[in-house]
T-cell receptor, first 115, second 115 residues
């Protein structure tokens, strides 16, 4: 079946450091890939997405490239800010079978950014 | 634009009581998802609906849990009787059904505490 594996946290960085959060997936079809972010007390919100191999999703300085050959979708940001402290979820979406599409979420990676 | 609206935001009740969580999806979205989030188990998909029809309820933990979607603008998740281990944050999310590239839009969740 489909699955998503992301690096365990917490990840602690100083402001302006480079961020990488690793994500790999297994899928039988051709899924779409997503990164979601969750701030304290809120629901998950879409950060970026990529729908086919070699696509790059980007938003708010974050980027991730859909790598089919390595089944990866690593999240990167060149210079993190304190306001980026949150939990980040990698996810894939594929056919749900009898209708609709089902999203599989990774376990989440907590990021702390120190001033 | 109004996002996904969940109520109540917080619920504290004694074990054995019935609990009803409510969700109003984004207008025009035809897929709706209920999730449970805990520190121990992360984010778990409980059930999802497509065009008001339950498609996959394999994540519903027990018969004590039930979900309905009587129309396109309203869904409920009910727990009867409630138990302390049901304490968690419950999220509702909605999306357009049109392909796996559609992201999910989450509400801010209901924080449920069963004493």
């Amino acid at each position: 079946g489909n699955s998503v594996t992301q690096m365990e946290g917490p990840v602690t960085l100083s402001e302006e450091a480079f961020l990488t959060i690793n994500c790999t997936y297994t899928a039988t079809g051709y899924p779409s890939l997503f990164w979601y972010v969750q701030y304290p007390g809120e629901g998950l919100q879409l950060l970026l997405k990529a729908t086919k191999a070699d696509d790059k999703g980007s938003n708010k300085g974050f980027e991730a490239t859909y790598r089919k050959e390595t089944t990866s979708f690593h999240l990167e940001k060149g210079s993190v800010q304190v306001s980026d402290s949150a939990v980040y979820f990698c996810a894939l979406s594929d056919t749900g079978g009898t209708g609709g599409f089902k999203t599989i979420f990774g376990a989440g990676t907590r990021l702390f950014v120190k001033a | 634009d109004a996002g996904v609206i969940q109520s109540p935001r917080h619920e504290v009740t004694e074990m054995g009581q019935e609990v009803t969580l409510r969700c109003k999806p984004i207008s025009g979205h035809n897929s709706l998802f209920w999730y449970r989030q805990t520190m121990m188990r992360g984010l778990e998909l409980l059930i999802y609906f497509n065009n008001n029809v339950p498609i996959d309820d394999s994540g519903m933990p027990e018969d004590r849990f039930s979900a309905k979607m009587p129309n396109a603008s309203f869904s409920t998740l009910k727990i009867q009787p409630s138990e302390p281990r049901d304490s968690a944050v419950y999220f509702c999310a909605s999306s357009l059904t049109g392909g796996s590239n559609q992201p999910q839009h989450f509400g801010d969740g209901t924080r449920l505490s069963i004493l």
